[in-house]
């Protein structure tokens, strides 16, 4: 089963408004990243909050950690148009160095109405 | 920099027909990775590589063959298509695992398989 499971699996909300997804994990992690991607298009990396953070920011995303429940949030403020996408959360197990190890969870499909 | 690049973009191949996706990085990355994405799902690691001349197996590597001869290539190779290996795949490159700091990784724009 996925490492990284996203909630909800789609996701519409009105132009202006607040979008917030979630991410549950089973392992302990060194990090956990979320990544958008457009339709058609590859993943384009959005941010990286490590274990011993509890909060992020980066212009009009903020994410959290907790690590006690294995879960992460990414909340997308003031939505646009342009943020229609699918939000992937990717989770780096702890006490691996390899590769194999980044697992990435089945997104969620965000869609912005005008 | 172009950054990550896959070729070709596009393919249509018969079962048994046999095919290479290249991916290019020109940004010095040490790791490279191929992924498959399929509807629904997230991505699934195929193999990786750590470096130039050295290769590893990912989750789902059976039917793939990778070869990283050169450090800026990362070669996947479909020695007989079958149809369950319809997909869209996906080239990425970071700099190494070793710092949290460096494995952001940089994807490719895909490439859409079709085997019938």
């Known amino acids: 089963s996925q490492q990284g499971e996203e909630d909800p699996q789609a996701l519409s909300i009105q132009e202006g408004e607040n979008a917030t997804m979630n991410c549950s994990y089973k392992?302990?992690?060194?990090?956990l990243q979320w990544y958008r991607q457009n339709s058609g298009r590859g993943l384009v990396h959005l941010i990286l909050?490590?274990?011993?953070?509890r909060e992020k920011h980066s212009g009009r995303l903020r994410v959290t950690l907790d690590t006690s429940k294995k879960s992460s949030s990414l909340l997308i403020t003031a939505s646009r148009a342009a943020d229609t996408a699918s939000y992937f959360c990717?989770?780096?197990?702890?006490?691996?160095?390899?590769?194999?190890?980044?697992?990435f969870g089945s997104g969620t499909r965000l869609s912005i109405r005008p | 920099n172009a950054g990550v690049t896959q070729t070709p973009k596009f393919r249509v191949l018969k079962t048994g027909q046999s095919m290479t996706l290249l991916c290019a990085q020109d940004?010095?990355?040490?790791?490279m990775y191929w992924y498959r994405q399929d509807p629904g799902m997230g991505l699934r690691l195929i193999h990786y590589?750590?470096?130039?001349?050295?290769?590893a197996k990912g989750e789902v590597p059976d039917g793939y063959n990778v070869s990283r001869l050169k450090k800026q290539n990362f070669l996947l190779g479909l020695e007989s298509a079958a149809p369950s290996q319809t997909s869209v795949y996906f080239c990425?490159?970071?700099?190494?695992?070793?710092?949290?700091?460096?494995?952001?990784?940089?994807f490719g724009p895909g490439t859409r398989l079709t085997v019938l």
């Open positions: 990425a490159s970071s700099y190494s695992m070793g710092n949290p700091a460096d494995n952001t990784q940089y």
């Open positions: 392992t302990s992690i060194n990090n």
């Open positions: 909050i490590r274990s011993n953070e």
């Open positions: 990717a989770t780096d197990q702890r006490g691996y160095s390899s590769a194999s190890k980044i697992i």
């Open positions: 940004m010095n990355h040490e790791y």
């Open positions: 590589s750590v470096g130039e001349g050295t290769t």
